[in-house]
């Protein structure tokens, strides 16, 4: 496909994606999983188990099942996260100590939860503590993306981002959507310079 050439292929590296949230959500985001599998070559391998209730999600289980999966993994784990998916990776990160190091931590079209984000009922659930950026692992790489035409987060929900988390790489485009269509070659190229991957 003419948005791989150039792309260096990932090797080796184990990742868990979580998906956002909603009525058919894991078979939604699939899509995008199935893209960034091809984006990121054959020796990369996707995890991506259905979180529970995605119609209704709660972070508490949310976070019990991620817990679940990194155990069951091996090696240092590249976490992706699409919409709440992000918005739960994030907080589980501020309130655990991984069971597996990280290797990078990537957001894809992440909400913000509290202040200047969203506020709905239950959202709070949500909410990352206001000193996450201290909490996360020093020394892993955070990636966080978002396309303009969002049609489901705000693009504003970047900028939010960039202040929670001030070590993060943001990187903004202009076109893709909510599932971020063609934004996979940017990830494959950000993950292909973890040492991991060389």
């Given at each position: 496909?003419?948005?791989?050439r150039?792309?260096?292929?990932?090797?080796?590296?184990?990742?868990?994606?979580?998906?956002?949230?909603?009525?058919?959500?894991?078979?939604?985001?699939?899509?995008?999983?199935?893209?960034?599998?091809?984006?990121?070559?054959?020796?990369?391998?996707i995890?991506?188990?259905?979180?529970?209730?995605?119609?209704?999600?709660?972070?508490?289980?949310?976070?019990?099942?991620?817990?679940?999966?990194?155990?069951?993994?091996?090696?240092p784990?590249?976490?992706?996260?699409?919409?709440?998916?992000?918005?739960?990776?994030?907080?589980c990160l501020?309130e655990?100590?991984?069971?597996?190091?990280?290797?990078?931590?990537?957001?894809?079209?992440?909400?913000?939860?509290?202040?200047?984000?969203?506020?709905y009922d239950?959202?709070e659930?949500?909410?990352?503590?206001?000193?996450?950026?201290?909490r996360?692992?020093?020394?892993?790489?955070?990636?966080?993306?978002h396309?303009r035409?969002d049609?489901?987060?705000?693009?504003?929900?970047?900028?939010?981002y960039?202040e929670?988390?001030?070590q993060?790489?943001?990187?903004?485009?202009?076109?893709?959507?909510h599932?971020?269509?063609?934004?996979?070659?940017?990830?494959?190229?950000?993950?292909?310079?973890?040492?991991?991957?060389?």
């Open positions: 496909m003419p948005w791989l150039g792309v260096a292929q990932v090797e080796g590296q184990q990742t868990l994606f979580v998906h956002g949230a909603g009525q058919g959500a894991h078979a939604a985001d699939g899509e995008l999983v199935a893209r960034l599998r091809q984006a990121l070559g054959p020796g990369h391998e995890h991506y188990p259905a979180m529970p209730d995605e119609h209704e999600p709660d972070h508490a289980k949310w976070k019990q099942r991620i817990i679940e999966e990194m155990a069951s993994m091996s090696g784990l590249v976490l992706i996260g699409h919409s709440l998916g992000g918005s739960v990776l994030v907080k501020a655990i100590e991984p069971p597996r190091p990280i290797a990078a931590l990537v957001l894809m079209a992440a909400p913000m939860w509290g202040g200047d984000g969203w506020r239950g959202g659930q949500f909410e990352p503590p206001h000193d996450t950026a201290a996360l692992p020093q020394e892993t790489p955070i990636h966080v993306y396309c035409d049609e489901v987060v705000p693009f504003a929900h970047l900028g939010l960039a929670l988390l001030p993060a790489t943001t990187s903004a485009f202009d076109e893709g959507g599932q971020l269509h063609g934004v996979e070659a940017a990830v494959a190229a950000d993950l292909a310079k973890l040492p991991a991957a060389q």
